[in-house]
């Protein structure tokens, strides 16, 4: 059995006076061929763990393993890893050409296999009319392939991407989005992106690491933490608008807060068996279905409708407690309008009110 | 930015200061070519009638004024011409390395902690002249008084402060993912430095070694005050043209400071492209 491609083993990581940890003990494997996205609000230590795997900062403890090899201590040139930054860093005093070429120019060796090389690569990313062009007359889309392109002339073990699409406009994004996919098809390249937008990560990877507070909350398939994320920092931070979530308490099947009841199935209400009585329900928006006032599960009055092209957000009162529902833009109510709300009890999910974990899985209930 | 037509109110404007600016460098250029009875002739001889290189001659042959019957100079400038070359460029250039290595220091690393850059500036804040005459005692008693590497200690000492906060200011302008992204490919953190960061601030480079340049090339004080015989330099030499019979050869002065800008002019017009940039001292951020 080959090792995995990358391994991170209780990467911890801390700064200054050591009172806070960036990196709080990071456990992930990334095999080969995958793309995993780490995914995280700003300042989650998503971007130390970056810098740690490609070597600009060093842990204060843990390792790092990439084909099996500890890289600890390694200097970055020597890693096998290629980075393409958030704001490109292509070498603008050099041609496209200079710049596909820096990495094998850097390590010597055959030069008509280098240029070779570099022909290959830029034929892959469409470069080729642009080679001998200096990288200050090129837009964004165009640097960003570069510095792809500069990545990959030295076929890297692993390639890191940090927010490869928020420097880009709407139109090229989609065009890079593509692109991202395609070269993953080909190469089959093992890549992992660091981003903070759910979007990118949802849209580009297979596999999604959610950061939070230098740890790891949830590494599952990309379908997995969207539709059943296992704590609530992942259920609130996934989708636009993000799940519903509803503290309360659970007595039996009744979940209950000031103002607002609800009862449970038997089944999703028995997972919650000693776990005591604080937990947060969650839906999300799109489980929602708006029906004629009465006809639903609950009841409430449409507080607010933010369109949104094909489809709108609508908030709905219900009993002290705010609920978004997605739906399509023609069915949208009239702000101020009574109505109910229908949903399939299995799109509910329970959390612990103490841990803030799911408690699907637990006590016999299907995961 | 597009370039709008001059309004003739404007033109007369420039033109005006075009005027003061230049009308120095004016008088100064005719000055050098007038012959003695010119120099200080009244009303005042704007244009010489019979312009002569005798002023030029005179600064490396003393004798040569006397054809005009004025007093012979005791000595030739040779010596401060070559003096103010060998310190200026000699200072300029330590100056600027060592300038570029301090300014990577602070800008990446913040080397020494924050108050580092300002520490350094401190040096600046006394008038030269206050530190002249212990730098003139202790330069007595370690043998570096009327030595060039004692001016040229000072000289470097005096311009480090400008030359690390020009600099920084043009590290600080160039992101530091652009050296991470030459590590990432293979270099050494110092080669990330050299091979990407320095091409990139070379205009700011130039138009650094130009102002230290200038600096080093003008000082007047120390040089005054730390030289006795053995070392001269351009500004020191400009001043002593005084003799006892003919006055101040106001001529000889003004071909002498003419020389002297020379290689001023030919260097600032070589590099003007990177000047205009560079002299905005890295103010304007992307």
């Not at chain 1, 930054?85 to 055959?110: C, E, I, K, P």
């Given at each position: 059995m080959t090792a995995p491609k990358l391994e991170l083993v209780d990467l911890y990581k801390e700064y200054g006076d050591g009172s806070v940890a960036a990196v709080d003990g990071v456990d992930l494997v990334v095999e080969a061929g995958e793309t995993v996205a780490l995914l995280g609000p700003s300042g989650c230590g998503k971007s130390s763990t970056l810098n740690m795997i490609v070597g600009l900062e060093q842990p204060t403890s843990g390792d790092i393993r990439i084909d099996g090899k500890s890289v600890v201590g390694v200097p970055p040139g020597r890693r096998n890893v290629g980075?393409?930054?958030?704001?490109?860093?292509?070498?603008?005093?050099?041609?496209?050409?200079?710049?596909?070429?820096?990495?094998?120019?850097?390590?010597?060796?055959?030069?008509?296999?280098?240029?070779?090389?570099?022909?290959?690569?830029?034929?892959?990313?469409?470069l080729t009319s642009i080679l001998d062009e200096k990288a200050t007359r090129l837009g964004g889309s165009q640097l960003q392939r570069v510095a792809i392109g500069r990545t990959l002339v030295v076929r890297p073990a692993v390639l890191l991407l940090d927010e490869p699409l928020s420097n880009l406009e709407a139109e090229s994004r989609q065009a890079m989005r593509r692109e991202l996919r395609r070269l993953q098809a080909e190469i089959g390249l093992t890549i992992i992106y660091v981003t903070h937008d759910q979007i990118e990560a949802l849209s580009l990877a297979s596999k999604i690491a959610v950061m939070s507070s230098g740890k790891i909350v949830q590494f599952d398939s990309t379908e997995r933490v969207y539709d059943r994320p296992n704590h609530v920092f992942v259920a609130g931070f996934m989708g636009s608008p993000p799940m519903n979530l509803v503290r309360g308490e659970l007595a039996e099947a009744r979940f209950a807060r000031k103002g607002f009841s609800l009862t449970l199935p038997a089944a999703l209400a028995a997972s919650a068996q000693g776990e005591g009585r604080e937990v947060t329900l969650g839906i999300r928006p799109e489980q929602l279905r708006l029906v004629q006032d009465g006809a639903g599960t609950l009841s409430g009055r449409v507080a607010l409708v933010q369109p949104r092209g094909a489809e709108a957000v609508v908030s709905i009162e219900t009993g002290g407690v705010t609920l978004q529902a997605l739906v399509a833009a023609a069915n949208r109510p009239d702000e101020g309008a009574s109505v109910g709300l229908a949903f399939d009890a299995a799109a509910l999910t329970l959390f612990s009110g103490e841990t803030g974990r799911s408690l699907h899985g637990k006590n016999g209930l299907a995961a | 930015m597009p370039v709008r037509p001059l309004s003739w109110f404007l033109l007369l404007v420039l033109l005006g200061a075009i005027v003061i600016t230049l009308f120095p460098t004016f008088w100064i250029v005719m000055t050098a070519i007038k012959p003695p009875t010119d120099w200080n002739a009244a009303p005042a001889i704007w244009i010489p009638s019979k312009p002569t290189l005798v002023n030029f001659r005179t600064l490396f042959d003393p004798e040569a004024i006397r054809e005009y019957g004025v007093g012979g100079v005791s000595q030739a400038a040779t010596m401060s011409v070559l003096g103010s070359i060998f310190a200026s460029t000699t200072a300029t250039a330590l100056s600027v390395i060592i300038g570029l290595l301090s300014a990577i220091g602070i800008s990446r690393y913040s080397s020494g902690g924050r108050a580092t850059p300002l520490l350094i500036l401190s040096g600046r804040m006394f008038p030269p002249a206050a530190i002249a005459v212990p730098f003139v005692i202790i330069f007595s008693n370690i043998a570096l008084i009327d030595t060039y590497s004692g001016l040229i200690a000072i000289y470097v000492a005096a311009t480090l402060p400008f030359s690390t906060w020009m600099l920084k200011s043009f590290v600080d302008e160039i992101p530091r993912e652009i050296e991470e992204a030459a590590m990432v490919d293979g270099k050494s953190r110092l080669m990330a430095h050299l091979t990407v960061t320095l091409p990139l601030i070379r205009g700011g480079l130039f138009a650094t070694t130009l102002f230290i340049f200038i600096l080093n090339w003008s000082e007047f004080l120390f040089a005054l005050v730390l030289s006795y015989t053995n070392i001269e330099t351009i500004p020191v030499r400009l001043a002593k043209y005084v003799t006892a019979t003919a006055g101040t050869l106001y001529g000889v002065q003004a071909a002498l400071a003419v020389l002297a800008m020379v290689p001023l002019v030919i260097a600032g017009f070589l590099i003007q492209n990177h000047l205009a940039r560079g002299m905005t001292f890295g103010a304007v951020k992307r």
């Open positions: 980075l393409v930054f958030q704001d490109y860093a292509v070498f603008t005093h050099m041609s496209v050409r200079a710049n596909l070429g820096f990495g094998l120019s850097v390590r010597g060796g055959d030069r008509q296999a280098a240029a070779r090389r570099v022909e290959e690569v830029a034929e892959l990313l469409g | -």
